[in-house]
């Protein structure tokens, strides 16, 4: 029985979006599938691995019955992907399979029941709702997810925290090594909550967000928290934990302190970096009056020094950092001129943008 | 070179609740209730939880808004303002310095004779037992006096799980036992090796495993 014709886009487009959270291997093989429901014209796709669930629908009118079945979500991309962009697809459904058409092609493949496939229970009423330009939300994002710890037996450090209080929306993310802070100013009136977005949330979540000035909508729920955008909607668990006060760590007395370039201290650094430890990533900035130098040396005593100039003419001072994390913060920061603020070699330093308390990073050194 | 870390999570403030009492009722409902003897003195061998005990209690002193000072005889002289406090605690008595030992009486006497305030005070041994002057060790024996019995292994393993659980660690319990066999058994090192296993892993980005652990030991014991 036909159930469904469309271009290939119409499927492939929205197939894309919520697949990129289905686990490879799962004790549940159903969610290695994505849900695929057809209500009036609309064609609904929704993927979920028990923490995550993703769903969204096609942008098109399409034309046909009613339907709801679950199929590999992998082998469905794959194949999607694999015929060309313009040919039409049409969908067949017999004795629990699914047939795929598309020019003189033919795949067939298994289903399993719609009913059994798992659904995130929504808790309750949000503690917390607000919008703001998906772009905004994405730069927000960018300049603080490269903090976030991997897998650290910390679990609230493998996330994001979302603070709100008032008019102000904070996100904050730290690995122990070095934290990093954003800030920006929504139209609301917020309780102060706070939730840990899973890192798996933020980064699918970074990925689908647009370049547009289209709204998305945050709702703090019970234990869970709802991204809702243009026809999309993810909702998820937060980790459960307390993230540390970031407050204790800023430093508020390091009186070291120049304006640096981004552009040129990046390159610099990129350069140096060649010659870095490639297990230790060790860099050493010496600062004098006048000048930054950057020097990496490598297990084979391959050696690279940079020298920048600097408008500083405070007191010499010899830190070493892992340079990856002097990289991110250049990398994912739209500023043009940066302040850097140290205390001394054991001691954190602190990137922020002149006269804008939106942003922070906070980095600890190594000792050298 | 070696990545320092934030420091993110402040040291926790030992309180009456994280402290493993099976053993131990009758100290904490002494101390917790304010209907009680005022001069109290706890012994026991080093490692038992004076320490932990008489902090709590200031703890709780400020819960209860009142003043309170802790004082530790092995670190600094006993200040002649210590007795304006409501709630003193005095630490390691036996390691006391003559002149302490007669601003301690004195502390001792004033209190007494105002007829509030409340004095806390822990050593290694019982009263008689104490190499201090004779009119001040008699004063310690005239208050209640408690023996702080040491903790089981399985007291020291629950500790342990309570301090990781408030740091918000998942260490795995083979790591705690393991601690116990190889490491000082007494609860103050077992938790200060935890508190470093924690800094250590987080700098190198390990989970706390019995191998990171021996790992650990290992350049621990090397340095003098």
């Given at each position: 029985?036909?159930?469904?014709?469309?271009?290939?886009?119409?499927?492939?487009?929205?197939?894309?979006?919520?697949?990129?959270?289905?686990?490879?291997?799962?004790?549940?093989?159903?969610?290695?599938?994505?849900?695929?429901?057809?209500?009036?014209?609309?064609?609904?796709?929704?993927?979920?691995?028990?923490?995550?669930?993703?769903?969204?629908?096609?942008?098109?009118?399409?034309?046909?019955?009613?339907?709801?079945?679950?199929?590999?979500?992998?082998?469905?991309?794959?194949?999607?992907?694999?015929?060309?962009?313009?040919?039409?697809?049409?969908?067949?459904?017999?004795?629990?399979?699914?047939?795929?058409?598309?020019?003189?092609?033919?795949?067939?493949?298994?289903?399993?029941?719609?009913?059994?496939?798992?659904?995130?229970?929504?808790?309750?009423?949000?503690?917390?709702?607000?919008?703001?330009?998906?772009?905004?939300?994405?730069?927000?994002?960018?300049?603080?997810?490269?903090?976030?710890?991997?897998?650290?037996?910390?679990?609230?450090?493998?996330?994001?925290?979302?603070?709100?209080?008032?008019?102000?929306?904070?996100?904050?993310?730290?690995?122990?090594?070095?934290?990093?802070?954003?800030?920006?100013?929504?139209?609301?009136?917020?309780?102060?909550?706070?939730?840990?977005?899973?890192?798996?949330?933020?980064?699918?979540?970074?990925?689908?967000?647009?370049?547009?000035?289209?709204?998305?909508?945050?709702?703090?729920?019970?234990?869970?928290?709802?991204?809702?955008?243009?026809?999309?909607?993810?909702?998820?668990?937060?980790?459960?934990?307390?993230?540390?006060?970031?407050?204790?760590?800023?430093?508020?007395?390091?009186?070291?302190?120049?304006?640096?370039?981004?552009?040129?201290?990046?390159?610099?650094?990129?350069?140096?970096?060649?010659?870095?430890?490639?297990?230790?990533?060790?860099?050493?900035?010496?600062?004098?009056?006048?000048?930054?130098?950057?020097?990496?040396?490598?297990?084979?005593?391959?050696?690279?020094?940079?020298?920048?100039?600097?408008?500083?003419?405070?007191?010499?001072?010899?830190?070493?950092?892992?340079?990856?994390?002097?990289?991110?913060v250049?990398?994912?920061?739209p500023?043009?001129?940066?302040?850097?603020?140290?205390?001394?070699?054991?001691?954190?330093?602190?990137?922020?943008?002149?006269?804008?308390?939106?942003?922070k990073?906070?980095?600890?050194?190594?000792?050298? | 070179?070696?990545?320092?870390?934030?420091?993110?999570?402040?040291?926790?403030?030992?309180?009456?609740?994280?402290?493993?009492?099976?053993?131990?009722?009758?100290?904490?409902?002494?101390l917790?209730?304010?209907?009680?003897?005022?001069?109290?003195?706890?012994?026991?061998?080093?490692?038992?939880?004076?320490?932990?005990?008489?902090?709590a209690?200031?703890?709780?002193?400020e819960?209860?808004?009142?003043?309170?000072?802790?004082l530790?005889?092995?670190?600094?002289?006993?200040?002649?303002?210590?007795?304006?406090?409501?709630?003193?605690?005095?630490?390691?008595?036996?390691?006391?310095?003559?002149?302490?030992?007669?601003?301690?009486?004195?502390?001792?006497?004033?209190?007494?004779?105002?007829?509030?305030?409340?004095?806390?005070?822990?050593?290694?041994?019982?009263?008689?037992?104490?190499?201090?002057?004779?009119?001040?060790?008699?004063?310690?024996?005239?208050?209640?006096v408690?023996?702080v019995?040491?903790?089981?292994?399985?007291?020291?393993l629950?500790?342990l799980?309570?301090?990781?659980?408030?740091?918000?660690?998942?260490?795995?319990?083979?790591?705690?036992?393991?601690?116990?066999?190889?490491?000082?058994?007494?609860?103050?090192?077992?938790?200060?090796?935890?508190?470093?296993l924690?800094?250590?892993?987080?700098?190198?980005?390990?989970?706390?495993?019995?191998?990171?652990?021996?790992?650990?030991?290992?350049?621990?014991?090397a340095?003098?």
């Amino acid at each position: 029985m036909l159930i469904l014709q469309a271009e290939r886009d119409a499927l492939l487009k929205p197939l894309l979006a919520v697949t990129g959270i289905v686990e490879r291997r799962h004790t549940l093989p159903i969610l290695s599938n994505v849900l695929i429901e057809k209500k009036g014209a609309e064609v609904g796709f929704l993927a979920t691995d028990l923490e995550i669930q993703i769903t969204t629908a096609s942008t098109d009118a399409l034309p046909g019955e009613d339907f709801r079945l679950t199929t590999s979500a992998k082998k469905l991309q794959d194949i999607l992907r694999a015929i060309p962009d313009k040919a039409t697809v049409t969908l067949e459904q017999q004795d629990g399979r699914l047939t795929l058409k598309a020019g003189k092609s033919r795949f067939n493949l298994q289903t399993l029941p719609a009913e059994d496939f798992p659904l995130l229970p929504v808790n309750g009423t949000s503690d917390a709702a607000f919008s703001l330009s998906q772009r905004e939300l994405k730069r927000l994002i960018a300049q603080v997810q490269y903090a976030m710890a991997v897998q650290d037996i910390r679990y609230y450090l493998n996330g994001l925290l979302m603070q709100t209080e008032g008019n102000q929306v904070r996100l904050i993310s730290t690995d122990g090594h070095r934290l990093a802070f954003s800030s920006a100013e929504v139209e609301a009136n917020l309780p102060k909550a706070e939730v840990i977005l899973p890192r798996k949330t933020v980064l699918e979540l970074y990925k689908l967000l647009a370049d547009s000035d289209d709204p998305i909508n945050i709702e703090v729920l019970a234990n869970q928290v709802r991204f809702s955008f243009g026809t999309t909607v993810i909702i998820s668990k937060v980790v459960d934990g307390k993230f540390p006060d970031y407050n204790r760590v800023i430093p508020l007395d390091n009186d070291k302190i120049f304006l640096i370039e981004r552009v040129t201290f990046l390159h610099a650094l990129q350069r140096a970096a060649i010659l870095a430890n490639e297990k230790f990533r060790g860099v050493r900035l010496v600062l004098k009056p006048g000048a930054m130098s950057i020097l990496c040396t490598n297990s084979e005593q391959e050696e690279a020094e940079e020298e920048l100039e600097i408008g500083y003419s405070g007191g010499g001072l010899e830190i070493g950092f892992n340079i990856n994390y002097l990289l991110d913060v250049l990398t994912n920061l739209p500023a043009d001129t940066l302040q850097l603020a140290f205390g001394d070699g054991s001691r954190s330093a602190l990137f922020t943008i002149p006269d804008n308390s939106d942003f922070k990073y906070i980095v600890m050194p190594m000792r050298i | 070179m070696d990545q320092l870390v934030l420091d993110l999570a402040p040291v926790p403030l030992p309180v009456f609740d994280t402290f493993v009492a099976e053993r131990n009722r009758e100290v904490i409902a002494a101390l917790a209730d304010p209907g009680c003897e005022r001069f109290i003195y706890l012994w026991g061998e080093v490692g038992s939880g004076k320490t932990h005990l008489l902090q709590a209690w200031i703890a709780h002193a400020e819960t209860l808004g009142r003043s309170s000072i802790y004082l530790d005889a092995k670190a600094e002289r006993l200040p002649d303002f210590a007795r304006e406090a409501s709630f003193i605690a005095v630490d390691h008595i036996d390691d006391l310095d003559p002149d302490d030992q007669i601003t301690l009486f004195s502390i001792y006497n004033s209190l007494k004779d105002a007829g509030t305030g409340y004095l806390l005070m822990a050593g290694r041994k019982p009263p008689m037992a104490l190499a201090l002057r004779d009119d001040l060790r008699t004063r310690l024996g005239w208050g209640l006096v408690f023996e702080v019995k040491a903790l089981s292994d399985e007291d020291k393993l629950a500790a342990l799980h309570a301090h990781a659980a408030k740091r918000q660690l998942a260490v795995a319990d083979d790591v705690f036992r393991y601690l116990l066999t190889h490491w000082r058994r007494d609860l103050t090192s077992l938790i200060a090796m935890l508190d470093m296993l924690d800094r250590y892993s987080l700098a190198m980005r390990r989970p706390i495993t019995v191998p990171l652990v021996k790992n650990v030991l290992q350049t621990t014991r090397a340095q003098p």
